[in-house]
C-alpha cells in the first residue's frame, strides 16, 4: 500500500501515514488533505486496493495489519511484523536482529483458560478469572492483528476464532478480547453479555474502544482489554447501567480523552452454535449533545430492554415464581361441556408442569397418559 506526495511523509511499518496538515485544505501548492473514511464503500475499496488480500485497519488513531491468512502465520506476515516492530521501537533493527538471532530467549509458558467453574463458585469471582486470563494473554503491541474479527459473522464463527485465541494463546487487542468474553461466559446462567463502545478524542486524533458488559443479578460490571487498567476490567458492583458507563468516562478524563460517543448493544445468545450476530450498537449516545440526566434516563432504558431480551439460559433466580390456574369448567366458559377436563399450570421458571383431570368414565380405564409434563 502506498501514497504519493510532494511532501516528505512519515514511515508507519510497511504503511505511510499521512501528517496532518495545519489548515486541512489541499491547496495550489499541493498541500495533503486528511484522508476521512466516511463510507463503508470507501472502506472496502481501500482494503481491496492492498495487495494479495491484505486488510488494514485503524485503533485509537493508529492503522495496524490483520492477520487474514490464519495460522501458522505466513511468511510473509511474520515478516510484515518484524518490518513494523523495527520502524516503531527506538533500538530499530538492532532489537529486532537480537531477538530474532538469539539462541536463549525464555520460555513464556501458555496462560490456562478457565473453560469450567464448580457451581459454588460465585459469578462475580468466575468473571474475575476471566479477566484475569486475558490479562495474562497481555495486550498486542506488534502492529498486527493476529485474529481477523468480522463484526457481521455469526456466533458460531467468532466461537471458532475464539477457540483458535485459547489454542494459540497470543496477545490480542480489544475487540477479540469481546469476542473471548463471550465464549468463557457461555452458559453461565442469569449472565447477560453486551459489547459497549467509545468513542473519544485526544489532541484532535479519534480513538475507539470496545468492552465486555456484563450483567447478573441486579449488577453490572465489564471485562475487556487496554492499555490502562481501568479500561476494560470492571467488576459487577455498579448499580445500573449508567453507573457503569459514567465510572469509565471517569476513567476517560484522567488521560485528557474527551469521550464523544458511547454505543450499547444487545445481550448474545448462549449458543455457541448460534447463527444470529452480536448486536453491536443498537443505542448510540452523543455524549457532546447531551446532559448527565438525559444519558442517564437514555441508558436506564436500554437497561430494561437487555432484561427483556435477555438470552441467559435462566431467568435470574431472585424473581418470584410464577403461579397460574386455568378452571375449565362449564359453568365458567360458554361452549363447552361439564365433561371437559381440568387443566392447571404451574410455572416455574423454564420447567412448566401440566396436570390433568380426566372425567370419571376415562379413569376408569387405562391411567397412561393421565398425568404428563411438558419441559421447555
Known sequence: MSFKSKQGLQTFG???RFPEPESGNLGEEGDLIKIRMKSKSEKLKRSQSLPDG???????????WVNKSGFPIEDRTWQRMWDHVAKIHPEGHKMVQGVRQSKELVTIPAPQA???????????????????????LQYNHTGTQFFEIRKNRPISGLMECAKEMIRESLPIKCLEAV??????????MGVERYPISFKSTFQGSVHRHV????????RYGAIGMSRREDLM??????KSLSDLVFDFEKAYTKYWHEVRKVKVGLPSPHDPHSYETVQWKTLTLNVS?????????ELEQHSKLIRAKAKSWSTPPNLPKKMATFIDAGRDMPGTSKSSPTVKMTRSHSVVTKSREEPA???????????YQIRI
Open 14 to 16: 510497511s504503511l505511510i
Open 54 to 64: 491484505d486488510e488494514v485497519q485503524e485503533e485509537n488513531g493508529v492503522l495496524f
Open 114 to 136: 478457565p473453560l469450567s467453574f464448580s457451581p459454588t463458585v460465585p459469578i462475580g469471582d468466575r468473571v474475575e478469572k476471566i479477566q484475569n486470563y486475558m490479562t495474562e
Open 179 to 188: 469476542i473471548l468474553g463471550i465464549y468463557l461466559t457461555n452458559g453461565m
Open 211 to 218: 468492552v465486555l458488559g456484563i450483567s447478573h443479578g441486579g
Open 233 to 238: 476490567y470492571k467488576p459487577l458492583v455498579f
Open 289 to 297: 449533545k447531551l446532559s448527565r440526566k438525559e444519558m442517564t434516563r
Open 361 to 371: 368414565s376415562v379413569k376408569s380405564g387405562s391411567s397412561r397418559g393421565a398425568d
